[in-house]
């Protein structure tokens, strides 16, 4: 048996746990201290433990007082092992391998939670958004209007409010620790959340989840049961009409160019239209034959011409955001 202390944030806690699993010769016991870094989890043991301790390669979870020798202070893995692109037990797991506590690799692909599935969440969308790492591109309008009244939200009260205030009423349903959180999203049909615990409360029960994805890091990608991320706002919604997909609003490409410069290939591209050097001229056509606005026109050729000289173009906006949750994605594919 190991002593693991962790002085971590809720989300931290779970994802620390997949590693738990995965020590051999446990169950293990699991110890709270606080470091005056994060929140606090020692005023919070109340919410892990029932969920910690209902699983069997935990012992106990108890707040520290001093007495058990500590094998491996988990917490550490925030000095130089966590990165932006690499799960939160990724970055667990490296720092865990310098003590030594595993015989092999940990992996993520798997269930490492159980809990009984509440009926009362039968055939609901459990929605959950805390204040941090919002993303202004996440389709919450969209998802409000087609789920309706099958959305159901946990967190705090005044993360409930907060939500309301902005997209609109969603009922709420007040709970009392994680693992009364973790039967309810179990029992559910699908888990809508930003990187949060509950989040990883649904990556940990392997529950289908859509994942609003921070633009300044993605350490929460886990490839565990059915996962979407969204960080540019293109997402698939599941329907029983079928999936219903979500173009993102972010350019692939920076308008910000310079029509008096000629592109390759003979000028600017219109669907229907030879190329023309002149822009403005190219443009003038696609108004009067397509029957658009002259922003709506130029949106036509620029965009023409991207896809047939893409290069040509400077990046826009959703290359830079793809970028972190690309190579998270790529990561957790070996994980």
Request: glycine fraction near 8%; charged fraction near 20%.
């Amino acid at each position: 048996m190991s002593v693991i202390a962790t002085t971590g944030d809720l989300g931290d806690v779970i994802a620390l746990m997949c590693c738990i699993k995965h020590i051999p010769n446990g169950p293990h016991k699991l110890m709270l201290r606080d470091n005056h870094q994060t929140k606090g989890i020692t005023k919070r043991a109340h919410l892990i433990k029932p969920l910690a301790e209902s699983q069997p390669y935990v012992e106990s979870c108890e707040v520290w007082n001093g007495a058990d020798k500590i094998d491996w202070p988990s917490e550490k893995f925030r000095d130089g092992f966590h990165s932006v692109t690499h799960s939160l037990t990724r970055a667990h797991e490296l720092h865990g391998n310098t003590l030594r506590m595993f015989r092999g690799g940990v992996s993520t692909r798997s269930p490492w939670l159980t809990v009984t599935p509440s009926p009362e969440t039968k055939g609901r969308r459990i929605i959950v958004r805390s204040p941090r790492y919002n993303n202004r591109y996440f389709p919450h309008e969209k998802i409000k209007e087609l789920y309706a009244d099958s959305l159901l939200f946990l967190g705090l009260p005044e993360e409930h409010k907060a939500y309301c205030d902005t997209f609109g009423q969603v009922e709420y349903r007040r709970t009392e620790n994680l693992l009364e959180a973790a039967e309810l999203i179990a029992g559910s049909e699908l888990l809508i959340s930003n990187q949060t615990a509950m989040l990883w409360v649904g990556h940990a029960l392997g529950h289908p989840r859509l994942v609003e994805v921070s633009t300044a890091t993605a350490d929460s990608v886990v490839l565990s049961g059915y996962v979407q991320y969204c960080v540019d706002g293109e997402i698939e919604l599941p329907h029983s009409s079928g999936k219903i997909p979500i173009p993102s609003p972010v350019g692939e490409f920076s308008a910000l160019i310079s029509t008096m410069v000629v592109p390759p290939g003979g000028g600017w591209k219109a669907p229907g239209e030879f190329p023309d050097a002149l822009f403005r001229r190219l443009q003038a056509k696609v108004e009067i034959h397509q029957k658009v606005s002259s922003e709506e026109a130029k949106m036509i050729i620029l965009k023409e011409t991207h896809n047939q000289h893409p290069t040509f173009f400077p990046p826009g906006e959703r290359a830079d955001l793809l970028l972190n949750l690309r190579a998270a994605i790529q990561n957790a594919e070996s994980h």
